[in-house]
């Protein structure tokens, strides 16, 4: 008999529990292998899983959430649940009373940066081909934004771009058609004209020149620069052109004045220190410290406090320098340095209309001959000075949702098919920005958060 019970097939009954927290505890850790496959397969729009651009390398990103399960708490909350649960900007086209305007002159640049698609247009090939040059990819599809990830970009840049186009899409609910652009978040523009010439690629990014296929587009300093302090233009331009106000023209100082990072491997600027003499070239050039500057809590740096000179220079840096809107916004003339990359506003300048053109090639004599010619046409000086900053109280924000408006709509009519999130590309909200934002990112943010226009955008001609 005990012999028998001993063979009995029968599992003895202590092992069930045991089988059961076996089970539990293997799908748990099967779930818990997941979920940590998936996070760290996750870019995000801080960077998190994500190597620097290749073609302009800069430091890797810290992150204040370095415990692991923190950060994984933080991307599978901002990432994966938080749009899903957000209420959207509506569907519902709105319909406008007013009719629109005409929009302003330069917005014909959209059709010239668009030019090399009239005819093949835009297909998937296209766009597949240009992820090579991309660090992220934007799908547009019924009002809702999914992007897909490459590389990170550069301190806030990602995170103030996208927060700009979710701006756009609240600002005309329903009407931003469904899209598929490649965006590169980083200075230079790469798509060459001659080794594209037989299929343009066609990829967005801050900055072009006449030798570039990329097209130009809004960058994310209109929204903010938490990193150095500068607020979204619908808060920098009133303050600067109050500034500027406080000393009359008579008073400023009859002088050319710089002031910026000449570190940032920009011959122009390198060559700009040797006019760096008051008598013999009219020029005042000073060295911006924006270590020091940070320090100090940007309190030397604001730009409200750089507009008591009658000339002010801009010279390029690495690429095109979003300080030309600041420095156009102080009411001097602005010395533009023949420049070789052009943002998308840049196109409306006019030179001896609103700006003076100095040759690089003779620089200091150049900015000299400004500065002499402006003392003695004091009236003329000052008028130059003064459609520039007009130009720039122009460009406020409304223009620069039309503009995107317009470019996006332009881009959306050249695709040659429909527009469909990849499976890797995540929904980007409102709500998912502010998540992964810190503080004073949201701050910023928030200051710039756009409403639904109660004017249909201006009116863009057809070709
Ligand atoms: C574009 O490519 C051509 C041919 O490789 C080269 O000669 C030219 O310098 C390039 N242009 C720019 C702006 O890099
Ligand atoms: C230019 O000259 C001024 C006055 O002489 C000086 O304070 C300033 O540091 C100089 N700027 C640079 C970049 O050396």
Redesign the pocket.
């Known amino acids: 008999m005990g012999l028998l019970s001993k063979h009995s097939p029968r599992t003895p009954s202590y092992l069930y529990p045991s089988v059961v927290a076996l089970s539990l505890f293997c799908i748990t850790a099967l779930l818990l292998y997941k979920v940590d496959d998936v996070v760290s397969r996750t870019g995000t729009i801080v960077g998190h899983n994500l190597e620097p651009t290749p073609w302009h390398v800069f430091p890797h990103k810290p992150f204040d959430d370095e415990n692991r399960h923190q950060r994984a708490y933080k991307i599978i909350q901002c990432s994966y649940l938080t749009c899903r649960y957000a209420a959207g900007y509506g569907d519902e086209r709105w319909s406008y009373g007013a009719r629109a305007e005409e929009c302003p002159e330069f917005f014909g640049a959209i059709r010239r940066d668009l030019a090399p698609w009239a005819q093949s247009r835009i297909s998937k090939a296209h766009v597949a081909a240009a992820q090579r040059y991309a660090a992220f990819r934007v799908v547009i599809v019924e009002g809702k934004a999914f992007v897909d990830w490459y590389y990170a970009c550069v301190q806030s840049r990602a995170m103030f771009t996208l927060w700009g186009l979710l701006q756009l899409l609240r600002r005309y609910p329903g009407m931003v058609p469904d899209v598929d652009l490649m965006f590169d978040c980083m200075d230079k523009p790469t798509v ?4 594209h010439e037989a299929m343009p690629l066609p990829i967005f990014r801050y900055c072009t ?1 006449k ?2 296929f990329d097209i130009p587009f809004p960058d994310w300093s209109f929204w903010g620069w938490p990193e150095i302090n500068i607020r979204s233009w619908k808060e920098e331009f009133p303050d600067i052109k109050k500034g500027s106000q406080v000393v009359s023209w008579k008073k400023k100082f009859p002088r050319a004045y710089w002031k910026g990072n000449p570190d940032v491997a920009s011959p122009i600027r390198s060559e700009l220190m040797n006019c760096n003499h008051s008598r013999k070239w009219g020029a005042q050039i000073m060295r911006q410290d924006w270590g020091e500057a940070a320090r100090s809590g940007f309190k030397q740096s604001k730009l409200s406090d750089q507009c008591n000179y009658r000339y002010k220079i801009y010279a390029e840096g690495y690429a095109w320098s979003v300080s030309l809107k600041y420095i156009l916004s102080c009411g001097s003339v602005t010395l533009i340095i023949s420049p070789q990359y052009e943002d998308f506003f840049s196109r409306g300048l006019i030179p001896n209309q609103n700006f003076w053109l100095v040759d690089p090639l003779n620089l200091c004599p150049s900015i000299k001959y400004a500065v002499d010619w402006g003392n003695e046409h004091p009236q003329e000086a000052e008028g130059i000075g003064k459609r520039g900053q007009d130009f720039m109280e122009s460009l406020n924000m409304d223009r620069i949702y039309e503009y995107m408006f317009h470019l996006i709509s332009e881009y959306s009519k050249l695709l040659d098919f429909k527009p469909t999130p990849p499976e890797s590309a995540l929904e980007v909200c409102v709500e998912s920005v502010l998540c992964y934002a810190d503080e004073k990112q949201r701050t910023f943010l928030d200051r710039s958060t756009a409403y639904p226009s109660e004017n249909p955008p201006c009116n863009f001609k057809p070709a």
């Open positions: 060459n004209r001659t080794e020149t030798e570039h």
